[in-house]
């Protein structure tokens, strides 16, 4: 190549990286392996291996720490098992309870543990488990829980009475899938071993029990073969921490792993395109969209609704759906309440009008744009962040982002820590009344401010026993919400994952809006 050509030259880059045990060379960042690495080391025959998208942290191993996300289920539905929970066609499947029912007047609950359900040490799962249970749960929704259930009895080992202060309708989906509340660890060991010794060998009921943990590195479970619903169908599973896409593609490509999670953009289209290995998107509960916790400051320019609609107009989400998740993702103004939730109300479809942005921008007085400040996004999703980043530059909005590894952002973001913009994409199970109260009233865990009219509402839906008076609370608050703007909404967000050709049933959709394969009971190898 002459030296005029010089500047338009393509370089392979090469980055050395470390699959299991073996070296690979990633050929220009697209998972291009040499031919030394084309040949994947012997998989075992009964276990399967994860690339994870997050670095895995000790707090996720623990349901009374559960933090309003929903990558903690992730680990919980390995190592623990829940009274109640949602499986494949059931919302609230009883599982460690094979039984529950409310008393007519909604202040009461009685649950019956299932006869043969045992933790990983043998010990029968108990009333006094549940018990002990729901009294450590210090997560985020820890004090709304202990302001509304009155006593939690354990009149005998099998059976456990909740009474609440007054009707709740969404007592059962706080306690069994909005928190860890309702996932069960055995009273006798914590006491034994204390808070912290749980965290580094926790024992659960659930279908695999604990092998070992490197943080940063890997997390090793192995099937327990006395759990009730079924003896688990693979011996070993093994989550490996690959935070960058690229390797994550290697080593699925190279058969290092057999399910990588998150692959988007380019590399989802290579992964689509390489024979023996699929393409899994699932639709999740993880609405994304911009949050304006300055709004309430009546000195920032987020205070003006024309500002904030601005921003909204100005996101080319289509585009960005089509570059980062093949068009999977799905386009809806709701910003904190997915559809497919129970209560969701469907606003307009979102306007893009970069134009009209900038004369709102106008309107406003900021003809010409302004400094935003800092976007602050949970670093696996910076790319959205950086397309976002370019279209609100486009319109005169200049920020700068700042991308903050999983449990730290979450961490920040509910201690209030944030100003300017933060990329939201709320992901728990629930309803739209469980979305509502954490991230839009007074004292929820998410929200930095609340409006008076919102709260009121709020407060009535709560104890609202009939089912369309309800709905009908809630649709108002969704459309106040939308009305004014409180957020910019991007999408419901499709989880793009890969799964490699050793797998026969990957577990992926099989609960309704759940990112993640389970239940790994079900999980299985295809046979050779």
Known sequence: MSSGQKGHELRPAYASVTVGRRELLVAGGLGLLTGVARQAAAASSDQLTWGVHVSLAPSWFEPAEVSGIITP??????????????MPGKPFAPSLAESVKASEDGRTYDFVIREGAVFHNGEPVTAADVKFSFDRYRGVAHDLLKSRVA???????????????????DFLTFYATA?????IVPKSYVEKVGDEGFKKAPIGAGPYKFVSFKPGVELVLEAFERYWRKKPQVKRLVFKVIPDETTRLAALKAGEIDIAYSVRGELAERLRGTPGLELKPALVQGPFCLYFP??????????DERVRRAVSLAIDRKSINEALTL????IT????????????????????DPDKAKRLLADAGLRGGFDAGNYNCDSSYSNIGESVVDNLLAVGIRSRLRPVERAAFIKEFSEKKYKNIIQAGPGAFGNAATRIEAH?????????????????????????????????????????????????PIWQLSFINGVGPRVGES?????LLFPYTAPYEDITIKAT
Do not use: C
């Not at 009149?155 to 009475?161: E, G, L, T």
């Open 294 to 303: 300055d709004q309430w400051d009546d000195k920032s320019p987020w205070h």
């Open 179 to 183: 928190t860890g509340a309702g996932w």
């Open 333 to 352: 103004g709701n910003s904190i309440v997915p559809k497919g939730f129970d209560f969701y109300w469907q606003p307009p479809a979102p306007e893009f």
């Open 440 to 488: 839009l009233v007074k004292g929820g865990v998410f929200s930095y401010g609340s409006y008076p009219d919102i709260d009121a509402l709020y407060q009535q839906q709560a104890i609202e026993l009939d089912r369309s008076r309800r709905e009908a609370i809630l649709f108002k608050i969704q459309q106040l919400m939308v009305d004014r703007t409180i957020y910019a």
């Open 151 to 169: 006593e939690v009895e354990a009149p005998d080992a099998r059976h456990v009475r909740f009474r609440l202060k007054e009707p709740w309708p």
């Open 507 to 511: 577990g992926f959709g099989r609960i």
């Open 73 to 86: 289920f992730m680990v919980l539905y390995a190592l623990h098992d829940a009274m109640v929970k949602p």
């Open 327 to 330: 068009g999977f993702s799905e």
